[in-house]
Nanobody, 124 residues
């Protein structure tokens, strides 16, 4: 199996930055891609960013472009989500996910393993 543990969430003001971490363990050799998703209050889960395990391919939701960056520490098996210029509409539970398939996907149904999530709250 693959285990994912998120951390780094918190309460911040609009315009602030946060870096979320996703520690990946288990059968990491089977992972093709990692993704970050979020679910705000009263909303459906939505795609944020994705990264191939090799780090060579990335994908961003329109809401994340120019503000959020996904990256991986290859030595530590940690995937990061750097979030800058945070807005109140970014408030959500952020979850990381691992996909075993052979492409980048923006559909949460295509991901095989999920972390518990970490809360990000952005005040006005």
């Amino acid at each position: 199996q693959v285990q994912l543990v998120e951390s780094g969430g918190g309460l911040v003001q609009a315009g602030d930055s946060l870096r979320l971490s996703c520690a990946v363990s288990g059968r990491t050799f089977s992972i093709y891609a990692m993704g970050w998703f979020r679910q705000g209050p009263g909303k459906e889960r939505e795609f944020v960013v994705a990264l191939s395990w090799s780090g060579s391919i990335t994908g961003y939701a329109d809401s994340a472009k120019g503000r959020f960056t996904i990256s991986r520490d290859n030595a530590k098996n940690i995937v990061y989500l750097q979030m800058n210029s945070l807005k109140p509409e970014d408030t959500a539970i952020y979850s990381c996910a691992a996909r075993l398939g052979g492409d980048i996907s923006y559909d949460p149904a295509h991901y095989d393993y999920w972390g518990q999530g970490t809360q990000v709250t952005v005040s006005s």
